[in-house]
């Protein structure tokens, strides 16, 4: 398993990520255009989910090009990721269910946001997190869980939008399980932890 995370430390490996991951941010704002035009302007910020996370893990990314960590946004990436990359699968595979139908651009969907989720998680032995890095991305999380769910700014899939509660008291404990993951994962005492590489 070693050579996995000297793979991750490779700064080769590190620039293919971090464009991967910017043009994937700039295609995300692209994707919710649709939304962001019927969105009232103190809700932008929140309505595009996964673009933000995968913008997160930009600014980590640079970080670990530069030998350096930025906890805040390692602690932003990790819980954004994870919650959303899963929360694009979960609700194209409930699509399916619905409809008994997804289109391509769903499995397309399921795959980048499955490969969000998971970035996320192998960087955390890299992550130098600490608690107050914890605490605001769970204000960010939280919060955003709100925005979405109360003044219903959530991603739109028009085949669930029956399901809209359901959908949030889902997205509420995907985020308390975000949060519990980056504690056990990229702060606890005793956790696997690596310092980065210098090539």
Do not use: C
């Amino acid at each position: 398993m070693k050579w996995i995370y000297l793979v991750l430390a490779d700064k080769r490996f590190l620039w293919l990520l971090f464009i991967v991951n910017l043009f994937g941010t700039i295609y995300g704002y692209i994707w919710y255009e649709g939304q962001l035009k019927q969105t009232p302007d103190i809700f932008l910020i929140f309505v595009p989910d996964s673009p933000t996370a995968t913008l997160f893990f930009v600014f980590v990314l640079a970080a670990f090009l530069m030998n350096k960590n930025f906890p805040i946004m390692e602690s932003l990436a990790i819980v954004t990721l994870f919650k959303y990359g899963i929360w694009a699968v979960v609700m194209n595979i409930w699509t399916y269910e619905v409809t008994g139908d997804l289109p391509w651009t769903g499995y397309m969907l399921m795959i980048s946001h499955g490969a969000m989720a998971l970035q996320g998680l192998l960087y955390a032995p890299f992550y130098r997190i600490k608690l107050r890095h914890l605490v605001i991305a769970a204000v960010w999380t939280l919060h955003n869980d709100v925005i979405d769910y109360v003044f219903m700014q959530y991603p739109k899939y028009g085949a669930l939008y029956l399901y809209v509660r359901e959908i949030g008291y889902f997205t509420f404990w995907l985020s308390i399980a975000a949060l519990a993951i980056t504690y056990y994962l990229g702060m606890r005492k005793n956790r696997f932890a690596l310092p980065l590489i210098n090539n």
